[in-house]
């Protein structure tokens, strides 16, 4: 079992960085390939980004390949999101998500996460 919950969320304006961040709980976090997910209002949620076990396999949905960035800290139990040059249209609930199996790849699809956090609300001005 892993529990995550996820906080960093906040108002910004359009152009800022802002640093998410999933903190787990679970004694097999270390083995789980983890993803980062955001729904807006009346859309359904999307990927955002995935990353290995290990750190070094990572995955950005296209539109955020350069702005955003996803990370691990295996012994802290915490995984971030980085977003640079943020946009209106980044507004959105995040989602940080895990597996429970994963091996040595990375997830893109919201069905193939087990567990999931609360979410955590980002908002982008312009």
């Known amino acids: 079992q892993v529990q995550l919950v996820e906080s960093g969320g906040r108002l910004v304006q359009a152009g800022d960085s802002l640093r998410l961040s999933c903190a787990a709980s679970?004694?097999?976090?270390?083995?789980?390939?983890m993803g980062w997910f955001r729904q807006a209002p009346g859309k359904e949620r999307e990927f955002v980004a995935a990353?290995?076990?290990?750190?070094?396999?990572?995955y950005y949905a296209d539109s955020l390949k350069g702005r955003f960035t996803i990370s691990r800290d295996n012994a802290e139990n915490m995984v971030y999101l980085q977003m640079n040059s943020l946009k209106p249209e980044d507004t959105a609930v995040y989602y940080c998500?895990?597996?429970?199996?994963?091996?040595?790849?990375?997830?893109?699809?919201?069905?193939?996460?087990?567990?999931w956090g609360q979410g955590t609300q980002v908002t982008v001005s312009s």
């Open positions: 998500a895990a597996r429970r199996y994963s091996g040595s790849r990375y997830y893109v699809n919201v069905n193939e996460y087990d567990y």
């Open positions: 679970g004694r097999t976090f270390s083995a789980n390939a």
């Open positions: 990353i290995n076990w290990s750190g070094d396999s990572t």
